[in-house]
T-cell receptor
Framework: DAMVIQNPRYQVTQFGKPVTLSCSQT?????MYWYQQKSSQAPKLLFH???????NEADTPDNFQSRRPNTSFCFLDIRSPGLGDAAMYLC??????????????FGDGTRLSIL | LAKTTQPISMDSYEGQEVNITCSHN???????ITWYQQFPSQGPRFIIQ???TKVTNEVASLFIPADRKSSTLSLPRVSLSDTAVYYC????????????FGSGTRLLVRP
């Protein structure tokens, strides 16, 4: 009964070729997050949606975009992947976004490789 | 420069108590401190969350001093399956609010 599902688990793309990663949730949570995690590093928040309200982190490159067509789905688009974008991409949800750092439910990630 | 730091690694033996500390000297005033466990090729899993003093659940305890600039995750009687990376997550308040994971502590539990 997976609650946050990321597809695919592994994605290979070519340098400069746009790629989209997907995330779905069955928790009906208001907030969805995208993190980038490089090898042996902590996850780094890229952006999050609170309902339809998009919140970008100041240091997230413009190359990264996101879409949330409905409550259940969220997509991460990388417009022109570079070699430095190879990483695990994690999707997470939380019920709310109130100051209080609500517990997040993570998917198992998509590992992106760039050729 | 705001930083959320943890020891890089810790070793323990089965049955021992393990305490992992996170330093978060720029934590946002009203924010909780949350700890996660991560196994290889999986997403982080929520362990415990607290605001101040002590919180305990079925798997761990969390100790937070009055100044909230650090927190300690306590795992009682660890087993081999507790070998994982442990992260604290806090909201930092500098010029703006930002969610920051600690640097992570790789725990190795030996038989």
């Amino acid at each position: 009964d997976a609650m946050v599902i990321q597809n695919p688990r592994y994605q290979v793309t070519q340098f400069g070729k746009p790629v989209t990663l997907s995330c779905s949730q069955t928790l009906n949570h208001n907030v969805m997050y995208w993190y980038q995690q490089k090898s042996s590093q902590a996850p780094k928040l890229l952006f999050h949606y609170y309902d339809k309200d998009f919140n970008n982190e100041a240091d997230t490159p413009d190359n990264f975009q996101s879409r949330r067509p409905n409550t259940s789905f969220c997509f991460l688009d990388i417009r022109s992947p570079g070699l430095g974008d190879a990483a695990m991409y994690l999707c997470a949800t939380s019920r709310d976004r109130s100051r209080g750092n609500q517990p997040q439910h993570f998917g198992d990630g998509t590992r992106l490789s760039i050729l | 420069l705001a930083k959320t730091t943890q020891p890089i690694s810790m070793d323990s033996y089965e049955g021992q108590e393990v305490n992992i500390t996170c330093s978060h000297n720029n934590i946002a005033t009203n924010d909780y401190i949350t700890w996660y466990q991560q196994f290889p090729s999986q997403g982080p899993r929520f362990i415990i969350q607290g605001y101040k003093t002590k919180v305990t659940n079925e798997v761990a305890s969390l100790f937070i001093p009055a100044d909230r600039k650090s927190s300690t995750l306590s795992l009682p009687r660890v087993s081999l399956s507790d070998t994982a990376v442990y992260y604290c997550l806090v909201g930092e308040k500098d010029s703006s609010y930002k969610l920051i994971f600690g640097s992570g502590t790789r725990l190795l539990v030996r038989p």
